[in-house]
């Protein structure tokens, strides 16, 4: 089973760099050495250790991430600590020994790369980091999935199917690692366990909120709900609609109540910046559609309804509103 799923994988991987710019195609991992069309998005799963974000000096880079968000933050000893505990609950030896080498049990909690995993493995492993890395993910996926205390979840609806929960700004909407909580499917998967019973072990949250953004989050309690819900999300039925404050500045076209407009301009990477996670309005980019309504007006800022009316790209409310003179309270 295994091999066909590496095979199906590799065939994935050799279409998706035929379908690329040979330019993309060119790019190499520095894990597993394979070569892919997004290497940002391939390295985020083969060896995110290796970001260029990730190579910062360790303090420094431990220092920006806890005063971003404090109240979540995950400490790299707690990190070990739970990654140790986990790995004993895997009952497959080979799965459980890929952990311990991928997470670096053996040597003080430094990472190997999937290549650092093959040559560990040895044997027939020996020199196939591309097989190395389907048994990390296979490995990471055979983790329980920690569940958190519920106390602090605020549920707004619930039926035999879907259960729906508020999430505050700053915590995470899934966790970093399974085997780490601090986060909005941590206390679901909790709740769900008080109520039903610890062989409850997935909480299935059908789309995500960013980081620092509250609102509603939709949960399926089952398959058949998760599945329905899936196509339907994707669906021109399915309405997304957000609130949020605006400061206007400059002439634009939202100053009053029921004022409203649609911005449809494309979506991709930030030419200007050295961050490659950053988005900008960019007319390479995906497309997008966003509709905004003036709902109140206050001292020096709006209260807009923002609708999404293509699918959602990263950012995309934030970029449409700065685009338009009207950028959001808190954007950074």
Known sequence: ALALLYKAWQYRAVQ???????AEADAKCPGCGLQVADLRRH?????PEKLPERLAPAEERRVARKAASEEDWISEEEVKEA???SF????DPLLRRVLELRFGADQGGLRRSPAEVAEAL?????????T????IRQALRSIPLVA????????????EDLLAVSKPPFLRVTPVHRFVGKSLTNQVLGYLQAKYGEGYDSAMVLHRLDQTTSGLVLCAKNKEAARICGERWHDDACKKEYLAIALPHGPSRLNNIGDTLVVDAPIGRDTESDDPVRRAVNADGQSAATRFEVLDVGAGALLLACTLEKQGRTHQIRLHAK???APLLGDE
């Open 16 to 22: 998706d760099l035929k379908d690329a710019p040979q």
């Open 43 to 47: 390295m985020k799963r083969c060896c």
């Open 83 to 85: 990654a140790l505990k």
């Open 88 to 91: 004993s609950r895997v009952e």
């Open 122 to 130: 040895g044997g027939k492993y020996r020199g196939k980091a591309e």
């Open 132 to 135: 190395a890395l389907m048994l």
């Open 148 to 159: 958190d205390d519920p106390k602090d979840l605020v549920v707004v609806y619930e039926d």
């Open 323 to 325: 685009h338009v003179g």
